[in-house]
C-alpha cells in the first residue's frame, strides 16, 4: 500500500473575520493525492476554511488567525512567505464560474503568463493539455479563440478547472464546484475529480451528501457551536463518516441527508 504523505496540516487553527471569531481550534490533515470533502450547515463556515488554506480570505476583509496551517511543512501564515506562490500551489475553483470576458484560450493562458514566459507553441501545448485534463478538449477545441462566456455553465466551470489546473498547482480547493448545475454538467465535474484523484489533492466543500460518497475518500464535518462559532466535529474515512460515524451530531447531520 503507498504511503499516505499529509500535504496541508491544520493545527489549531482559529479565523477571525474583523474580530468576530468564525472558526475555532481546528486541527486536520488533508492527505496528498486524496479528496477530502467538507461539509456542514449552511453558514457555519466552510468556504471561510476553505479560502482559508490559501490564504484567499484575506482578500474579502481584515481577518486574524491563530494556530498553523502548514504546506509541505511550511506555515503559510507566516510573513516571510511567498502569497503568490501559495496561491499557485493551492489554487481554488469557485461556485460559480468567474471566467474573464476573454477568448477560451486566454483565459487558460491568463494564469500560466503570471507565472513565466513560454514560446508559444509551449504555451499551446500547456493549455491542451489543461483542457484535456478538464475533460473539456473535444468540446472547445474548435473555439478556443471565441468567448468563453459562450460556453455552457457546466462548460465554463470545467474551463475553471482547467484554468486552475494550467499553473500546475498541488492542491484544488473546490468550493461546491456543481453549484447551480443541472444533474448531467455535475456528473461531469464530478467525472472529472474521479479522473484528477490520484494525481492531485482535492478538497471539496458540497452540500450534496451522495456526490461526497461518490466523489471523496475523506469526509470533515463541521458544526457551529452553542456560540455559533464553527469547529471541526469529526474526521475520518467517507465510507465512516457515511455509514458509522462516531459523534452523535455527525449522524444526527448525515444519515438524514441520505435517504
Ligand atoms: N468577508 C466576510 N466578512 C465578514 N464575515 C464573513 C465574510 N465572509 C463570510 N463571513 C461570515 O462567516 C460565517 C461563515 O460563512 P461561510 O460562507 O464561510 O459559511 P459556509 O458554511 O460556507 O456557508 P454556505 O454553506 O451557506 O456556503 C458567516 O457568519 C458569514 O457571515
Known amino acids: ?5 499529509t500535504a496541508i496540516k ?3 487553527f482559529s479565523f477571525y473575520y474583523e474580530n468576530k471569531k468564525i472558526l475555532e481550534d481546528i ?8 479528496v477530502t470533502a467538507i461539509i ?4 457555519c463556515g466552510k468556504s471561510t476554511f476553505l ?9 474579502e476583509g481584515e481577518i486574524k488567525v491563530e494556530g498553523r496551517v502548514e504546506f509541505f511543512g511550511q506555515n503559510i501564515y507566516e510573513r516571510r512567505v511567498n502569497l503568490n506562490r501559495v496561491r499557485r500551489q493551492i489554487s481554488m475553483v469557485l461556485p460559480k464560474p468567474n471566467l474573464f470576458p476573454m477568448s477560451v484560450y486566454d483565459n487558460v493562458a491568463y494564469g500560466v503568463k503570471l ?20 475533460d473539456l ?9 471565441k468567448s468563453a462566456l459562450e460556453l455552457s455553465g457546466g462548460q465554463q466551470q470545467r474551463l475553471c478547472i482547467a484554468r486552475a489546473l494550467a499553473v500546475k498547482p498541488r492542491v484544488i480547493l473546490m468550493d461546491e464546484p456543481c453549484f447551480g448545475l443541472d444533474p448531467i454538467a455535475s456528473g461531469k465535474i464530478e467525472e472529472l475529480i474521479q479522473s484528477l484523484r490520484s494525481e492531485i489533492t482535492i478538497v471539496i466543500v458540497s452540500h450534496n451528501m451522495r456526490q461526497v460518497t461518490r466523489v471523496s475518500d475523506f469526509t470533515a464535518f463541521f458544526q ?13 474515512s467517507t465510507t465512516k463518516i457515511f455509514t458509522n460515524p462516531s459523534d452523535q451530531r455527525t449522524r444526527e447531520y448525515v444519515l438524514p441527508r441520505m435517504n
Open 10 to 12: 491544520v493545527s489549531n
Open 137 to 145: 478538449w473535444d468540446e472547445v477545441k474548435n473555439k478556443l479563440h
Open 27 to 34: 486541527s486536520l490533515d488533508f492527505y496528498q493525492d486524496k
Open 224 to 236: 457551529p457551536n452553542e456560540n455559533r462559532v464553527c469547529s471541526l466535529v469529526e474526521f475520518g
Open 115 to 134: 507565472v513565466g514566459w513560454y514560446p508559444k507553441s509551449e504555451l499551446d501545448a500547456i493549455i491542451e493539455s489543461a483542457i484535456k485534463a478538464a
Open 40 to 43: 456542514g450547515p449552511s453558514g
Open 51 to 59: 479560502k482559508s488554506l490559501n490564504r484567499m480570505s484575506e482578500l
Open 1 to 5: 500500500m503507498s504511503k499516505i504523505v
